[in-house]
């Protein structure tokens, strides 16, 4: 049965923890989903240039 | 196009959307309740206790908490006139469906489903605003399947139960001619020296007193256990709790509806009335541990534990309503508002009004009714606070919680006798255990022990011509010898399918009878509480009971023995004086006798030879 109760979702109450922080991240996340997605679009339109000028100057 | 005009045109997709979502969150929350209540008895996580009628009634309470969540939306768009209450409504129902199903499965916190929930409701209304027309034709056309499957769900829920009762009256066999009927009452946590027919210096309890002048009156009576599950298994069984095995909650199987404490091993009152023809029926406040899903329901046509209106305050929602009820002040406001506590609480009204409408239900035929009373049971929440006032001592509390219920159980009398019943029915007041309110430094039952104040209970036994009246009797009985008593006075014809002596022996003969068997008490570590430790370590106390001694057997070899005649608070431990010592190993070895007359090869009896294996300390 214990084996059963991991496989499934188990543990002691410790893990419930873990489990609700994990949950929450998920959470917050998924509510700025598409403003993450911009950033990071952002970020690396940013990053890809200066990558890009250093190929050059070699 | 008008506010006005607009929100008029937004109400039919509302409404789709308001019993679309209530039909699927609340079946699928109900199906969790049901499916994670079996994987969390198998030592941790929450208790939820909910019955098949969940999945039916959850979309009931979700539809409500929605139609009202969607008529504030309709009052705030005029004025906002911008508000797209489609879309409000559709983030509102996505978000509180995820809590829901989230929370239902106790395995994170709830305040873990909150972000959760809106997190998953922002992303699903993003995509629902690009798709809104498609979402709500589908909702429009899965709406009738999704109503069928609920409305399948709850008569196979519902119906299921009315149709195994009736098979099982219908196979009933013919009854004796002129069997009186049987009614046990078990008060649930009522210990005897505070009622004022023991002696108890406040009027707690005229209407209980009342039947001493009717019945027989045990002054000692000693429950099997200090806790409800076993103790009611020892009333049921007539077997000890080493015999019986039923000392803790035992893991639920996943796909099985088999019973989870009290198992299939000895026969119970219940099936033995039944054999005879009678009809049989229990009515439960104790809705944890005096339940069908506990084992108890075994003989019993029909066993009232939960009722199909408490899952009304079942569902994840209405339970997060009825925590207000653990905060003092919020509980005061509350029930000054008309509000009593919910939950677990089953009161004595309700199991009366239940009581007697099944028993009106069929006349013909004699019956059997198992009552368990859970108003004296902590948290002492007392309607008149009569002792109290609302601001006493534990104590107070209490006598509160018994002066209440003994008004009902003066109803009930008043019940019987207004249907002719008194004179027919075999009646039992007892109790399944006690109460410590701050002796030995302790409050409660759970995990206390086996002082005088947790085992000692009333005893009334009334049947009017065939028990006497006015009678009390001083030896020390147990309550796990209540169904050989039952039985003895039915008149079986010479079956005994019951162990222990019948009570009737010590009214009939009129000295007392110095063989008569010490009663055993045994209580083991509780499961549930204590989810620190495995299957297989628990630690496990006895003590045995005669008119003079009280002594306890604690783990590892030790022991407690108390005078109850110098000392009846049992505040002196005796068991290191020379007498002490020779009475502690007369007991120890009373406890191996006992042990090899009834189940030799029950596995708890190891464990208990080595509990009263006393080391002279």
Redesign the interface.
């Known amino acids: 049965?214990?084996s059963?109760?991991v496989a499934?979702?188990g543990g002691?109450?410790q893990i419930?923890?873990l489990?609700?922080?994990l949950?929450?991240a998920?959470?917050?996340?998924?509510?700025f989903?598409?403003k993450l997605l911009v950033t990071v679009g952002k970020i690396g339109n940013k990053l890809r240039p200066s990558w890009h000028r250093g190929q050059d100057q070699e | 196009m008008s506010a006005g005009v607009s929100t008029v045109c937004n109400r039919r997709p509302l409404l789709v959307l308001v019993v679309w979502f209530a039909l699927l969150m609340g079946t699928v929350e109900g199906l969790i309740l049901l499916f994670f209540q079996r994987?969390n008895w198998?030592?941790?996580g929450r208790l939820i206790h909910v019955l098949p009628s969940i999945v039916w009634i959850s979309p009931i309470v979700d539809g409500l908490i929605f139609g009202v969540l969607a008529a504030a939306l309709i009052l705030a768009a005029r004025s906002r006139p911008k508000l797209s209450i489609t879309r409000a409504a559709f983030f509102l129902f996505t978000m509180f469906t995820v809590y829901a199903w989230?929370a239902a499965t106790e395995?994170?916190?709830y305040?873990?489903?909150?972000?959760?929930?809106?997190?998953?409701a922002?992303?699903a209304t993003?995509w629902f605003s690009q798709h809104q027309e498609s979402v709500l034709r589908f909702c429009a056309k899965t709406l009738p399947w999704l109503a069928t499957a609920v409305f399948a769900l709850a008569f196979i829920s519902s119906g299921r139960q009315w149709l195994q009762e009736r098979i099982a009256i219908d196979r009933l066999p013919p009854a004796p001619p002129n069997a009186p009927n049987v009614l046990v009452i078990v008060i649930d946590t009522l210990r005897a020296d505070h009622l004022s027919s023991y002696g108890y210096y406040r009027p707690t309890s005229p209407n209980l007193d009342s039947l001493v002048g009717q019945s027989v009156v045990f002054d000692d009576a000693i429950t099997a256990s200090s806790w409800t599950l076993p103790s009611h298994a020892s009333m049921l069984t007539g077997r000890y709790t080493f015999e019986h095995g039923a000392d803790n909650v035992k893991?639920m199987s996943?796909l099985s509806n088999s019973m989870h404490a009290l198992g299939p091993r000895y026969p119970v009152l219940s099936e033995a009335l039944a054999a005879r023809g009678y009809r049989t029926a229990a009515f439960s406040g104790n809705r944890i541990y005096f339940s069908r899903e506990m084992g108890f329901g075994r003989g019993f046509s029909r066993f009232e534990d939960f009722s199909t209106s408490d899952m009304f305050l079942r569902t994840v929602l209405t339970r997060r309503c009825a925590r207000v009820f653990n905060y003092p002040k919020l509980r005061r406001a509350a029930m000054r508002l008309g509000f009593r506590d919910p939950g677990v609480r089953k009161r004595a009204p309700e199991i009366n009004h239940s009581l007697f409408q099944w028993i009106d239900g069929d006349r013909t035929r004699p019956f059997f009714a198992f009552v368990n009373y859970f108003d004296v049971h902590s948290p002492y929440i007392s309607e008149t606070q009569k002792f109290s006032h609302g601001k006493g001592t534990p104590a107070d509390y209490y006598d509160d919680g018994i002066a209440d219920l003994d008004t009902h159980i003066g109803e009930l009398l008043q019940e019987l006798q207004k249907r002719h019943l008194s004179q027919t029915t075999l009646l039992i007041v007892t109790s399944d255990h006690g109460e410590l309110l701050g002796e030995h430094g302790m409050t409660g039952h759970w995990n206390a022990g086996l002082y005088r104040q947790l085992i000692r209970v009333p005893l009334f036994v009334r049947m009017p011509g065939v028990v006497p009246a006015g009678l009390r009797i001083a030896t020390p009985v147990s309550t796990s010898d209540l169904p050989a008593t039952i039985v003895e006075l039915l008149g079986t014809g010479g079956q005994k399918p019951f162990p222990g002596p019948g009570l009737t022996q010590l009214w009939k003969s009129s000295t007392p009878n110095p063989d008569w068997p010490y009663p055993l008490s045994e209580v083991t570590d509780i499961f549930y509480d204590s989810?620190q430790k495995s299957a297989g370590h628990w630690e496990y106390m006895a003590s045995m009971v005669n008119s003079r001694w009280h002594c306890i057997f604690h783990p590892k070899g030790t022991a407690e023995l108390f005078d109850l005649l110098k000392d009846p608070e049992e505040e002196h431990n005796l068991a290191a004086s020379a007498e002490g010592q020779q009475v502690v190993r007369d007991f120890g070895s009373r406890v191996q006798e006992l042990v090899s007359q009834r189940h030799p090869h029950s596995p708890a009896v190891p464990v208990l030879e080595q509990a009263v294996a006393w080391k002279g300390r």
């Open positions: 049965m214990r059963e109760l499934l979702y002691p109450d419930m923890g489990a609700s922080g949950a929450a998920v959470g917050v996340v998924l509510m989903w598409n | 994987i198998a030592n941790w989230a395995r994170l916190t305040w873990a489903c909150v972000p959760l929930g809106i997190g998953v922002a992303s993003r893991p996943l989810g």
